[in-house]
């Protein structure tokens, strides 16, 4: 069977090119013409572990190609994904722009019997807003019928090939059991290693994605307010969290506090699911809340530097991550780039270091100090802060550390470190919620 995947970002250059290890024969489009250059070149225009040697493989293998001709694209296959962003409007809204556009290209050249799948992020209703577009502008959409499918995607940056290939379950929106059908086969690898199939309709798997997304950031959020809570009466958030997490129907994932969610997800998806729930007139009051809280955490982060600190203007402050998290070189709505530019907002001077993500800061922080590593980033620095919880931030060399800053303090947004440790070595030291 032949798909066609519209769209190279994170989720469908990943589906692509997993689906192709499945065994099928995949079409990857994009507009962008430099993004299929380069891939067509035998590179991969986003960091994402293991993903290029899968791509090659593939590519190899003559099962994985890349092209902007979506018309070829959308001829050849059977199966057509659509992995197009839907970045969010002024009112928090998603634009389905991108997604509107992909429906009538893929309307003006049906020819046979198609599925098309939708993997894009969207609000609840979109099948069925694709399904009007193809069919108001497919030129004749008797003789070629299309049934369309919602299948969201779960996985995360840094282990994206993992989690697609090990997935906890395969969400099928549709009400055609002629899709259906299509759709197990593509899914069959899954099948077989026992991954549950949840079969709703469009608008049920819709919603699962953004629940899903929500309730993570909620689970985020609460724990990050436990620790606030703990600096305050001198708890360890830790030890909170453990025992939380011991009681099977908390479970212990997603409960280790930080300076705040971010990433291309859960930032932009709660703000979404706020703003489908007003738009069906509901107001979602637990979901605005986390939305501010999490606004509310990178600010608290900024306060905890200065009370170490004093006033901020002049300071040297170092910071050690940029990433929205490990493995990944995407800064978007990075909890570490607010800080960062609130602490130049109150006048401190900036000093950082991100294995990965450097390229990306500089095209929006062009001003501040980039350092080869960590010990250059510490060099002079009032204050060092952990804002990302890369691996090679875990066993720094604290002496040299020590002797390079100006002033001993260290503040671990992401509580590498056990402040025993720390503070044994004189470091002025705090965690978030480890007091
Ligand atoms: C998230 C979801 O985890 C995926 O299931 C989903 O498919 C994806 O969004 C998406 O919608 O495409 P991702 O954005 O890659 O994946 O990142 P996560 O690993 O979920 O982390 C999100 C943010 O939460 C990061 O800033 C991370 O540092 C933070 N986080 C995560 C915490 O602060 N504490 C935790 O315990 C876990």
Redesign the pocket.
Known sequence: MEICIIGTGY?GLVTGTCLSDFGLEVICVDKDSEKIECLNSGRVPIYEPNLEDLIQKNVNAGRLSFTTDIEKGIKESKAIFIAVGTPPNDDNSADLTQIEKVAQQIAQHLNGYKVIVNKS?VPVGTAGKIKEIINSFSPSPLQHPFDVVSNP??????SAVYDFTHPDKIVIGTTSIKALKIMQEIYRPLYLIDTPFMITNPETAELIKYA??AF?ATK?TF?NEIANLCDKIGADVHQVARAMGLDGRISPK?????PG??????PK?TRALCSIAESFGYEFQSLNAVVSANIRQRELMVEKIKRLVGKLRGKQIGILGLA??MNTDDIRES?SIDIIKILLGEGAKIKCFDPLAMDNTKKILPDIIYCQDEYETAQGCDALVIATEWNQFRNLDLNKIKKLLKNPTFVDLRNLYEPATLKSLSFIYEGVGRK
């Open positions: 989720v992020t995607e779960f996985l995360r940056e840094g899903c997304n993570l985020i724990i997603f409960l280790h506090p930080g969610y971010g990433g291309s997800c859960f998806d929205f998290k909890s």
